[in-house]
């Protein structure tokens, strides 16, 4: 099946910086999600961007399909945005209703 | 709107005890997903519905059981409960299949 790496997989920021996010995944994909799992293990979806680039706030998502990488950028990171940020692809060979996720980034944002 | 509404919270089983997970959603989504999440790990799916009457395997079925009568519930059943379904369990739903993903906060459950 399809291989989803995130990197890296833990960050330590100071409250104010600006960090980038990587997802890589070997294989074509109907869509691409992120979502972040915040402190208390609640899933919010980020982004729905199978490719191009959207912003919400601080935050933007950017996915070149055709090399098979998403990038989702914060900044000017809270103490908030702590927690876990996870891609999660819908693989071109399946039907369209199986995400995988990959293991995720564990961000910290300090005071 | 509550969205996706998931009970119990917390459950602690002993080895060979059964369960069942509750599921509902309130925003008429066709679409409807089982996935545990193992401690440092991402989620991987159990079971998928595409709609009342309509079920299928995940990455890791072994172990569960799902029904879909209708479209708002998506019970998932544990029979025989073993130390290695020890995990959060998640329950999602979209819209359509590929769809943006809304999640429930999540069933800790412990197996001892």
């Known amino acids: 099946g399809i291989q989803v790496e995130q990197s890296p997989p833990d960050l330590i920021l100071q409250e104010g910086a600006n960090s980038t996010l990587r997802c890589n995944f070997s294989?074509?994909?109907?869509?691409l999600q992120w979502f972040h799992q915040n402190p208390w293990g609640q899933l919010i979806n980020l982004f729905y961007?199978?490719?191009g680039t959207k912003q919400n706030g601080r935050l933007s998502a950017t996915t070149v399909a055709t090399e098979r990488y998403s990038l989702l950028y914060i900044s000017s990171s809270q103490t908030t945005d702590s927690g876990v940020y996870f891609c999660?692809?819908?693989?071109?060979?399946?039907?369209?209703?199986?995400?995988?996720f990959g293991e995720g980034t564990q961000l910290t944002v300090n005071p | 709107n509550a969205g996706v509404t998931q009970t119990p919270k917390f459950r602690i089983l002993k080895i060979g005890q059964s369960m069942t997970l509750q599921c509902t959603q309130d925003m008429n989504h066709n679409y409807m997903y089982w996935y545990r999440q193992d401690p440092g790990m991402g989620l991987k799916l159990i079971y998928y519905?595409?709609?009342?009457?309509?079920?299928d395997k995940g990455e890791v079925p072994n172990g569960y059981n799902v029904s879909r009568s209708t479209t708002e519930d998506f019970p998932l059943r544990l029979e025989l409960a073993a130390p290695s379904q020890t995990s959060v369990y998640f329950c999602?739903?979209?819209?359509?299949?590929?769809?943006?993903?809304?999640f429930g906060a999540g069933t800790r459950l412990s197996v001892l």
């Open positions: 961007i199978p490719s």
């Open positions: 294989d074509s994909v109907n869509n």
């Open positions: 999660a692809v819908d693989p071109r060979e399946t039907s369209g209703s199986r995400l995988t």
């Open positions: 999602a739903s979209s819209y359509t299949g590929g769809g943006i993903q809304y």
């Open positions: 519905s595409v709609g009342a009457g309509i079920t």
